[in-house]
């Protein structure tokens, strides 16, 4: 399902990866609203789990903004000011901001969507003048980055 219109911080510009990434500089909706409708996007039909991914972009670890709220919103006009509902929220401090970590990695919550869903990004504290955020719609969740490390319990 890895496809550009279902992703909330594409922006062409280059035709580079970095076309994927939204820089943050203060707070902001994302680049993107998608179209449930006009994509065919049917997240209730209950055949199978539509998942949200948020990455901290590769460019750069955030830096100066004391957290980061991550808000799933939907609405009734893709211009983001109309009908504005969120869905669901998630916070996370500046530690847990470093360049390339995976921020979401879940299931669409069941909820009741207006056509048009995309991300609010409200900035805690000052604003950033570096870091960026990557997020997109799967048909799958992503992949752990590393191994769980297995241990033996003593006897």
Same mark, same amino acid.
């Given at each position: ?15 580079? /990866?970095?076309?994927? /990434?939204?820089?943050?500089? %203060?707070?902001?909706? !994302?680049?993107?609203? *998608? #179209?449930? @409708? @006009? ?9 199978? $789990? ?8 590769? +460019? ?6 004391? =957290?980061?709220?991550?808000? *799933?919103?939907? %609405?009734? !006009? ?10 669901? @929220?998630?916070? &996370? ?14 299931? *669409? $919550?069941?909820?009741? &969507? ?5 991300? &609010? ?6 604003? $950033? =003048?570096?870091?960026?955020? @990557?997020?997109?719609?799967?048909? =799958? $969740?992503?992949?752990?980055?590393? #191994?769980?490390?297995?241990?033996? +319990?003593? !006897?």
């Amino acid at each position: 399902m890895f496809d550009i219109n279902n992703h909330f911080t594409y922006a062409y510009s280059a035709g580079t /990866e970095a076309d994927f /990434e939204q820089a943050l500089t %203060g707070d902001a909706a !994302s680049t993107n609203a *998608l #179209d449930l @409708k @006009k994509a065919a996007i049917n997240i209730a039909a209950g055949k199978r $789990p539509i998942y949200l991914i948020v990455k901290a972009g590769n +460019t750069a670890d955030f830096n100066t903004l004391t =957290s980061l709220e991550i808000q *799933l919103c939907t %609405g009734t !006009s893709i211009d983001k000011s109309t009908g504005k509902k969120v869905i669901q @929220k998630w916070r &996370y401090a500046l530690a847990g901001l470093t360049a390339g970590t995976l921020l979401v990695n879940q299931a *669409l $919550p069941v909820a009741l &969507y207006q056509r048009y869903l995309y991300l &609010y990004f409200n900035v805690l504290g000052s604003d $950033p =003048s570096a870091g960026g955020i @990557k997020a997109y719609l799967s048909d =799958s $969740p992503e992949s752990a980055e590393t #191994d769980v490390d297995q241990t033996a +319990t003593g !006897s």
